[in-house]
C-alpha cells in the first residue's frame, strides 16, 4: 500500500469521529447494543475446545450465568515492546462486573510481565474499574520498567541506523478517579508520577543531552511528578472488545516544581474512538470498523525529554504498530488509526483485522510536514468469549521495520 494512501486514509479517521459523534447514533442505542453483543450462545472459544479435548461433558459443568469474573491467562513469546529482542511475556487479564450487568461496564485488570532473558524486564498492572451502575470510574498505571530502548532524537530527521540505545529504570504510579456528571460523561482528578533513573546512552559519549540536543531531563535522573484534570465520555459497555460505540478521553496534567518535579511542565492529551458496525443486523458477530486519533502536545519547554510526545507511548503502549516504539519523538504528536475487524468463522473463535495508521510528530520540523506510516493485519482467536477476549497476533510494517506483535484484547 502506497504511503500517500494510508495518509489520506488515516486523516479522515479525525473527521469520521466528529461526524458520528454528532449524526451516528446516540449513546443509549450504543449501550443497548453492546449488551446484546455479550450474548454469548452462538459463540466458541478456546475453553469449549479445551473442555472438548479432554471431554469434559458439559452437563457436568453448570452454566454460572451470573457470574462476575473471568480470567484470561496467556504465557506467550514475542517481541519486548521497544524492539531489543524477543521476550518471556506472560498476560493475565481479569474481568469483572461489580454491579449489575444491564447497568454497569465490565471492569479490567491487566498484569503483563516481561523478560528478554537479559538486561530488560518490565511488571506493569493496569486497572479500570467500573462501580456499581457506572457512578464512578477509577483508573490504574503502576509499571516498574528496567527499560532499554533506542531513540532517535527529536523530530523525524535521523534516519534508522543513526539511533542510540538508551538505559534507565523507570516508576510510574498514576491514579484517576472520575464521578459520572452525565449519562457516559465523567470528570475527575488524577494523580501522576513519572520517574526515570539510572539514565545513560550505549556509549559514554554521546551522551543522551549531545545526541539529542536537548537539555531537558537527559541527565541521570528525571522526575515528574503532577496532577491531572480528565474528562471521559464512554458508551462502550467493554473496553478488552469494543463493540458499537464511542471513546473520547481529555486530560490535562501539570506538573510544578513543588510537588517535586524537576522543572514546572504541562501537557495536553485528547483521545478519540469510533467503532461503527457494519452489519447491526447481527450484534453477536464481529464486522466493525473502528477509528482512533488522538493528539498529544505539551505546553512548555522544559518538559523532560522522556516525557515529550512519542510513538508508542499513548497510555496503553498500543499505537503505532509496524513503527518502532520510540521512533518518532517531539513536542507535539498527532496520530491515527483505522481497523477493520471481521470474524471468519461463524462461532466467533477466528477472526481477522487489516489495519492502516500514520503519525506526525513536531522537532526536526513543525507539525504536519511530515507523515510516518504504517500498515498490517492480524489474526484473532477467541480466548474467552464470556468477556469477548480475543488473542491477538498482528504483523505490522512500515519503511526498514516490522514486527510481530502479541496480545490479550484488541489494539484500541
Not at 543531552?209 to 491531572?228: D, M
Not at 485528547?270 to 482512533?292: C, E, G, S, V
Not at 499513548?314 to 499505537?319: E, Q, V
Not at 518502532?324 to 481497523?339: H, M, P, V
Request: aromatic share 14%.
Amino acid at each position: 500500500m502506497r504511503p500517500k494512501i494510508i495518509v489520506k486514509l488515516c486523516l479522515i479517521n479525525l473527521l469520521i469521529c466528529c461526524w458520528a459523534s454528532s449524526f451516528g447514533q446516540n449513546a443509549g442505542d450504543a449501550i443497548i447494543q453492546n449488551k446484546k453483543s455479550l450474548d454469548t450462545a452462538r459463540q466458541t472459544d478456546l475453553i469449549d475446545i479445551g473442555k472438548a479435548l479432554i471431554r469434559i461433558r458439559s452437563g457436568k459443568i453448570r452454566e454460572e450465568k451470573d457470574k462476575k469474573i473471568y480470567f484470561s491467562i496467556l504465557p506467550i513469546g514475542g517481541t519486548a515492546p521497544g524492539g531489543t529482542g524477543n521476550a518471556l511475556i506472560t498476560s493475565t487479564s481479569a474481568a469483572m462486573y461489580l454491579g449489575p450487568k444491564k447497568t454497569t461496564n465490565l471492569s479490567t485488570a491487566t498484569f503483563t510481565p516481561y523478560w528478554n532473558l537479559g538486561s530488560r524486564f518490565g511488571l506493569p498492572i493496569r486497572t479500570g474499574i467500573w462501580l456499581p451502575d457506572n457512578t464512578w470510574l477509577i483508573q490504574g498505571d503502576t509499571r516498574f520498567l528496567v527499560y532499554p530502548q533506542y531513540t532517535w532524537g527529536l523530530g523525524t530527521s535521523k534516519r534508522e541506523q543513526e539511533r542510540t540505545l538508551l538505559s534507565y529504570k523507570y516508576i510510574r504510579f498514576y491514579q484517576n478517579a472520575l464521578k459520572r456528571i452525565k449519562p457516559y460523561l465523567y470528570a475527575g482528578l488524577g494523580f501522576n508520577l513519572d520517574y526515570r533513573f539510572n539514565i545513560s546512552t550505549e556509549d559514554s559519549f554521546p551522551e543522551l543531552e549531545q545526541y539529542s540536543g536537548y537539555r531537558y531531563g537527559t541527565g541521570k535522573n528525571s522526575f515528574s511528578s503532577g496532577v491531572s484534570l480528565n474528562l471521559v465520555y464512554d458508551t462502550r459497555s467493554n473496553s478488552i472488545n469494543p463493540m458499537p460505540g464511542m471513546y473520547g478521553n481529555l486530560v490535562y496534567r501539570v506538573n510544578p516544581t513543588f510537588l517535586g518535579s524537576n522543572n514546572n511542565w504541562s501537557s495536553i492529551y485528547l483521545d478519540l474512538r469510533k467503532y461503527i458496525p457494519m452489519n447491526p443486523a447481527k450484534p453477536h458477530q464481529q464486522n466493525t470498523l473502528a477509528l482512533w486519533s488522538y493528539f498529544w502536545t505539551v505546553l512548555n519547554n522544559k518538559t523532560p525529554y522522556l516525557d515529550l510526545p512519542s510513538t508508542g507511548w499513548d497510555p496503553y503502549n498500543r499505537s503505532a504498530r509496524g513503527i518502532d516504539q520510540n521512533r518518532y519523538r517531539g513536542r507535539s504528536l498527532f496520530y491515527a488509526e483505522s481497523e477493520y475487524r471481521r470474524d471468519i468463522t461463524a462461532n466467533g473463535l477466528l477472526g481477522f483485522v487489516v489495519f492502516a495508521n500514520v503519525n506526525t510528530v513536531s522537532g526536526s520540523g513543525s507539525l504536519f510536514t511530515s507523515w510516518k506510516p504504517a500498515a498490517g493485519t492480524g489474526l484473532r482467536i477467541k480466548f474467552n468469549k464470556a468477556s469477548n477476549t480475543n488473542i491477538g497476533i498482528d504483523y505490522g510494517m512500515s519503511k526498514g521495520y516490522s514486527a510481530i506483535l502479541l496480545n490479550l484484547g484488541e489494539a484500541f
